[in-house]
């Protein structure tokens, strides 16, 4: 029997609107998060970086981050973040104090 996807994820996922700029390598753009955990984001922007490159992102409130875009979506694209497990679980903390589903 395969787990579902939000059982095998290590860190809880936030519904959010929280503002971020992403780093595509040439300017910052505007967007904004549509989820956020201690491991990934979900961006809602008409930007569709290729797979497998390296962002810069800047979350209001949360810091400066690096991404491995992952999959595009409909409305954006997701990345995984590229940072410690230490900043992960930080981050996650931090999420799990400031937003709540």
């Known amino acids: ?6 059982e095998r994820r290590r860190f809880p996922r936030y519904n959010c609107e929280l503002k971020a700029l992403i780093n595509l390598g040439e ?3 505007t967007t ?12 809602s922007t008409r930007l ?6 390296t962002i810069k ?4 409130n ?4 690096e991404g491995i875009v992952l999959r ?5 694209f997701a990345v995984q973040l590229n940072a410690s497990e230490f900043i992960m679980q930080q981050l996650a903390e931090q999420l799990s104090c400031e937003l709540v589903d």
Not at 72 to 76: C, F, I, L
């Open 1 to 6: 029997m395969q787990d579902s996807s939000k």
């Open 27 to 29: 300017s910052w753009e």
């Open 32 to 43: 904004e998060c549509l989820n956020i955990s201690g491991g990934g984001i979900c961006f």
């Open 48 to 53: 569709r970086p290729a797979l497998d490159n």
């Open 57 to 60: 992102i800047h979350i209001d």
């Open 62 to 65: 949360f810091g400066r981050f």
């Open 72 to 76: 595009h979506m409909k409305d954006g």
